[in-house]
């Protein structure tokens, strides 16, 4: 490459380069002329010097600027750069030959099999088939016996007997018997009496068939409660130690099938016997008798249930008899993510001569919207709950002798939730309701000796209300060793004539968790909340605001070997002394031990 100076005095040093072709295209002089050729060849140098001519020409404006400081300046710039010469990339055909045949040739092929044994050097021995082995069943003891106290001289006992595991039958036998000796602090801080106990025979059998099962029991139990609560507020009322204690006989035997094939009927039968008798001479008998057949279709099953109940009283204070029949025809639909159900109850009450008929919708529908984790149900629909003696008196055990009670009719029951799982572990149901109810029972205090008005029997007020209610269930079962259980409920009443629901809670809550330690130690837990509720004070006008309470019990079993445990239950932990009914405070702290042996 040449290069030549230009120098002026007033002026920058600009320097212009000539492009010479290397030395040995000289020798040899071609004419460029061609555009192609230039671009290969020359296109670089080219944009070079239009980038040097950009550069010196920013140079001389700058430096012309500056000639009023500088009277002579003197640059001189030289740029040497060897020749690159570049080779373009070839144009490449893509393009493959296709040559077209249209003579197709089908060939023919002629085979013969010969059929021949296959000699063999070896004889195959046979292999037995492969069984997949049961998994052993647990061993079963036939039964234990189980002793306890407690430190207000609380007994416990129990014996428990069963025959050995057999496919077709099954029998046994138990015996509880538990109480309670000691004395009750009231408000007025007086130490009552307040024995109890309870003691409970039941004998069953069960035998299997085909597709068949039939089963009956025999029991009898004894229950003695005493009215250890009084009005405190009158100075003048005198305590007693009046007693009242339960007899019951009862019998039971169910017959059933169950076949899921549509070419058979199911059916059922049950007869039911029970005979109650009190301290006061009040009597109560039950019969019960009940059957039903359904069918299995392609995708429902039909069915009728048919049941007859009947109860006669006699007693000094009451000689009421009731009958009810009640005839519900069903039907219930299947599908791979629904159910629905459809039927009625028809019933017809016949009570102390009053006689009635009901007719109730039966009607309820799910969907699995999501693989049994979201389950959306509603249901509709009716029922008459029967009120007898024997129910009222195993619910609260301080009711007057001889009480008679009207049947509560649940005119309308409508009620939708969701339910199902978080996962395999955790499972929910969260459901309201609505129902709207005649002749709902409530409790309220009343004296039976007017010259000694202790106020600790309780009557029943009657009255139609519409119930609202909300309930919550949650099941965490992580391992077959550890399970919590909580369920609640919400309660709100709309009365008709009385004031308030006598004794209903605005809510009630329970808790347990359980907890197995290596099979060594077994613990449980039971939270117990319940909602402030409103009673009637003995002057029968002004209303009393119970408040709400929280109990707790705490259990432990520790097993010695796999026949011997011991057993250790601490009840009402939190000691307090809540009133269960109006005007009988329940028990303070108290604990049972004791030790349990199978045989």
Not at 32 to 47: E, G, M, R, S, V
Not at 215 to 239: E, H
Not at 307 to 316: A, I
């Amino acid at each position: 490459m040449q290069s030549r100076k230009y120098t002026n005095k007033h002026t920058p040093h600009v320097e212009v380069c000539r492009l010479a072709a290397p030395y040995h295209l000289a020798k040899k002089p071609t004419i460029l002329n061609t555009h192609k050729h230039i671009k290969q060849h020359f296109a670089p140098n080219i944009l070079l010097a239009g980038t040097l001519a950009f550069i010196f020409t920013t140079n001389l404006l700058v430096g012309n600027k500056a000639v009023a400081q500088e009277t002579s300046l003197k640059k001189e710039v030289m740029v040497v750069r060897p020749y690159e010469p570049s080779i373009s990339d070839a144009f490449k055909i893509n393009q493959l030959p296709k040559i077209e045949d249209t003579i197709r040739v089908t060939p023919n092929f002629t085979y013969s099999i010969v059929q021949r044994p296959a000699v063999t050097a070896f004889t195959p021995s046979p292999i037995s088939a492969a069984r997949m082995m049961a998994e052993p069943l647990k061993d079963l003891s036939k039964g234990y016996i189980k002793l306890g106290m407690g430190n207000a001289v609380l007994p416990v006992a129990e014996v428990y007997f069963m025959s050995k595991r057999n496919p077709d039958f099954m029998y046994g036998a138990w015996v509880q018997y538990r109480s309670k000796i000691g004395k009750v602090k009231l408000e007025n801080s007086k130490k009552v009496d307040a024995s109890s106990s309870t003691a409970d025979i039941q004998i069953f059998g069960k035998r299997m068939f085909a597709n068949k099962i039939l089963q009956g029991d025999l029991g009898y139990s004894n229950n003695a409660r005493t009215y250890y609560g009084y009005n405190i507020l009158d100075s003048l009322t005198s305590p007693t130690s009046d007693k009242q204690r339960v007899n019951r006989v009862n019998a039971n035997l169910n017959f059933n099938t169950s076949r899921k094939d549509s070419a058979h009927f199911n059916y059922n039968a049950l007869a039911s016997f029970e005979h109650l008798g009190d301290k006061f001479d009040m009597q109560e008998n039950r019969i019960t008798g009940l059957g039903g057949f359904n069918k299995y279709l392609k995708q429902e099953q039909l069915g009728v249930d048919i049941s007859f109940t009947h109860y006669s009283r006699s007693s000094q204070f009451d000689m009421q008899k009731n009958s009810i029949l009640n005839i519900s025809p069903w039907i219930h639909f299947f599908g791979k993510q629904w159910r629905a159900v459809a039927g009625l109850y028809m019933v017809y009450d016949a009570n102390s001569g009053i006689n009635n008929t009901f007719i109730y919708p039966r009607a309820m529908l799910s969907y699995d919207v999501v693989s049994h984790y979201v389950i959306p149900y509603i249901e509709f629909g009716g029922y008459l709950e029967e009120n007898s003696y024997s129910k009222l008196i195993r619910e609260n055990p301080w009711i007057t002798p001889g009480i008679s009670a009207w049947n509560t009719t649940h005119k309308l029951v409508m009620t939708g939730g969701v339910k199902g799982k978080f996962s395999a572990k955790v499972s929910y149901n969260v459901q309201a309701s609505y129902s709207i109810v005649d002749s709902l029972y409530f409790y309220t205090n009343i004296s039976i000796n007017p010259a000694n008005p202790l106020y600790n029997r309780f009557n029943l007020d009657f009255d139609n209300v519409e119930l609202t209610k909300i309930l919550g269930e949650l099941t965490i079962a992580p391992s077959e060793r550890f399970s919590v259980l909580i369920h609640t409920e919400y309660f709100s009443y709309k009365m008709n004539e009385l004031a308030h629901p006598w004794h209903k809670p605005d809510y009630n809550t329970y808790a347990e968790l359980r907890y197995n330690l290596r099979d060594k130690i077994y613990t449980s837990i039971q939270l117990f909340a319940v909602g402030k509720r409103w009673v009637l004070s003995p002057d029968g006008v002004s209303p009393v605001r119970l408040k709400g309470y929280v109990d707790a019990n705490l259990g432990f079993d520790y097993n010695f070997n796999n026949r011997l445990y011991a057993f250790l239950n601490l009840n009402n932990i939190t000691s307090s002394r809540y009133q269960e009914w109006y005007l009988y405070p329940v028990q303070g702290f108290n604990l049972q031990a004791g030790l349990s042996y199978k045989f």
